[in-house]
């Protein structure tokens, strides 16, 4: 991190509002972003904290604007970019000095008009988090960009609501990126932020008091694109699954469901080796289980254990995958053999059958022998007391 700029300008007293803007290349947002805050915002009463993981001069376009804007200004640039989105606004509500923190895109799809509606909200109604919704009252989504990502923010809305069903009662909108937060009531050491849903992490994981809505129409970007992507659509679902089932158990489910899929590579490949180009079932199998591992190697690694820097290369954590999930074939392949030449079973069921023993094996051994609860353990997990 190469930390606040020295020039920031601070306000005599603290200010009664922080405005959190985290960015990712947002160059050409910055100014219309700035003029506008700048009309809506009272310059003795608020500061702006950009936390900046951007690769292009966003910085230096905020320095640039700085001095045309009447509210006190903080860049904060992070090299890491840890923990994405949501690891830049935890960084921006760990700096912010005002009474209230509100957290906006640099897009202008939050309008800036709704600012001080979010926090005269929370005065009034004893608040300690009012949310933007789209979702309710009058809110409006329009400038989601296309049906599939109305698809998907009503889908990734449905999934959250069914997991935190307690927790996100009075939430129409979790997924806002647009909200207001008592300072006083957030204990920031408590978030594990991971991506986009920052609301949603702070809500299951701090438990605020009270939570008021305020409806928006969530506008259409004003430059550049979004930044969501395919990859956090899955950082998405490991971030519920974590929040649900503690991180541990969430990279289990995860390793689990990589090992489903993997029987997919293997029927194919099987079915090929032996149908197509008439090679023995017993040599098939073992090519067939080659195959499978690189699939979970290659999912396993890209999705299941990917930040930070690891202690064995890559060739090496491959070597050491395959030698493992190859143990199995000391157990599969003659299972296979009873199967397919004692019992006339079709090879592809019978592999089919081999794999879903070996699947159950070892979830027995995991569950009974590795990952035994102590008794009366305490619950690692987020309660969702009900
Ligand atoms: N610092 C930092 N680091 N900022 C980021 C990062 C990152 O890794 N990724 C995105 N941002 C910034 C963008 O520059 C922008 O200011 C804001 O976060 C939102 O990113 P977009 O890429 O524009 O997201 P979106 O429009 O698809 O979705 C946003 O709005 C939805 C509705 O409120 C997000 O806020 C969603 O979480 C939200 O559901
Ligand atoms: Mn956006």
């Keep these: 991190m190469t930390g606040s700029s020295p020039t920031q300008r601070s306000a005599p007293h603290p200010p009664r509002l922080t405005l959190v803007i985290p960015t990712y290349n947002e160059r050409d947002n910055i100014p219309e972003l700035l003029s506008q805050l700048g009309q809506v915002l009272e310059a003795a009463e608020a500061e702006i904290i950009f936390v900046d993981d951007s690769t292009d001069d966003t910085p230096t376009v905020i320095e640039a604007a700085r001095s045309d804007c009447p509210v006190p200004i903080t860049v904060v640039h992070r090299d890491d970019a840890s923990g994405g989105l949501g690891g830049a606004v935890v960084e921006g509500l760990k700096r912010a000095q005002g009474a209230w923190v509100v957290v906006m895109d640099a897009d202008l799809q939050h309008p800036t008009a709704t600012i001080a509606d979010l926090v005269a909200t929370g005065e009034q109604t004893g608040a300690d988090l009012v949310v933007a919704t789209r979702y309710a009252g009058g809110g409006d989504r329009s400038g989601l960009s296309s049906g599939y990502r109305k698809a998907v923010s009503g889908g990734s809305t449905l999934l959250a609501k069914t997991l935190f069903r307690r927790a996100l009662a009075g ?82 489910l995860g390793y689990g469901l990589i090992g489903l899929s993997g029987m997919l590579p293997n029927l194919v490949s099987l079915w090929l080796l032996t149908h197509l180009l008439g090679v023995h079932y017993v040599p098939a199998a073992i090519a067939a289980n080659q195959v499978a591992i690189a699939w979970n190697f290659a999912l396993t690694n890209m999705l299941l254990f990917r930040s930070g820097p690891r202690r064995h290369s890559l060739r090496s954590r491959l070597t050491r995958f ?17 199967l397919v030449a004692v019992l006339h079973v079709n090879v592809l069921l019978g592999n089919a059958l081999t794999l879903a023993v070996m699947f159950l094996v070892r979830f027995v051994v995991i569950d009974r022998a590795i990952f035994v609860p102590a008794p009366a353990e305490t619950p690692s997990t987020v309660p969702e007391t009900s």
Excluded: C
């Excluded at 994981?205 to 430059?223: G, I, L, S």
């Excluded at 395959?322 to 009873?338: F, H, K, S, W």
């Design 171 to 252: 939430v129409s909108d979790p997924m806002s990126g647009f909200f207001a937060v008592r300072a006083a009531s957030i204990e920031t050491d408590r978030l594990q932020p991971l991506g986009y849903k920052i609301l949603l992490e702070l809500i299951v994981r701090t438990r605020p008091q009270r939570v008021a809505e305020v409806p928006y129409t969530f506008a259409p970007r004003h430059a550049g694109e979004s930044k969501s992507s395919l990859r956090e659509g899955l950082r998405y679902l490991r971030h519920l699954a974590t929040l649900r089932l503690g991180r541990t158990r969430a990279r289990m």
């Design 322 to 338: 395959a030698l493992l999930n190859n143990t199995d074939l000391l157990v599969r392949i003659p299972l296979l053999g009873v």
